[in-house]
């Protein structure tokens, strides 16, 4: 069985969703709530999309700052994780009390001083995930060795394709992807998709 976990984030079509759940690498497929973002949902466009993914992957709420408890109340059905940009270990603390959800938290990797900020939220965090340090969802590389001495479980993201994925293996199991999927910003190309996942499992199979 692969040990590869791939979570492709900004999900916004049905067809998206029925082609990368066909792939056993898939585990995770992120949806992301902030009306900053191309890639930005509704509740209820969230919920029709959601409704879709087949048990075996699992649903991921992509959100920037604390959600409201209207919010939590809403998407209880809807996610099995809430990954979280810009919050305090106290308050992904009380997250994970209300809600009963696992949270992935994300973090900026401008530099070693903001990659080592994780430590704070060790025994709290389910998971991580290092992202580029711009604009959210905008998917920028970062250095990679800022990244080599962590002991947890983390997702790698920022910057990660096709060109790179062999390398991004190396430093993660677990690998985020987005705007390297897409021919227009904000919508998956199925052709991007079954290509990269295709190289996924070639290089998952000669390891």
């Not at 998917?139 to 394709?161: P, T």
């Not at 096709?162 to 904000?186: R, Y």
Request: proline fraction near 1%.
């Amino acid at each position: 069985m692969s040990n590869v976990e791939i979570k492709i984030c900004g999900i916004t079509s049905e067809e998206a969703i029925v082609t990368a759940s066909e792939y056993q690498c898939v585990k995770y497929l992120g949806f992301v709530t902030y009306n900053k973002s191309k890639r930005h949902l509704t509740i209820e466009q969230a919920r029709h999309l959601t409704n879709l993914v087949p048990k075996h992957v699992k649903r991921v709420s992509v959100l920037v700052g604390m959600p409201t408890k209207d919010f939590i109340d809403k998407t209880k059905k809807m996610y099995e994780y809430f990954q979280i940009y810009d919050a305090s270990p106290s308050q992904i603390q009380q997250l994970k009390l209300t809600s009963g959800k696992k949270v992935i938290v994300a973090i900026k990797a401008k530099d070693q001083k903001a990659v080592d900020l994780h430590k704070q939220y060790i025994g709290i965090a389910d998971s991580f995930l290092f992202d580029g340090s711009s604009s959210y969802g905008t998917s920028s590389s970062f250095n990679w060795d800022y990244l080599k001495s962590i002991k947890s479980s983390f997702f790698l993201a920022g910057g990660v394709g096709i060109k790179n994925i062999s390398n991004a293996l190396e430093i993660s199991s677990k690998v985020d992807i987005s705007s390297h999927l897409e021919e227009i910003e904000g919508k998956k190309s199925v052709k991007k998709i079954e290509e990269f996942l295709l190289k996924v499992e070639k290089i998952d199979e000669q390891n």
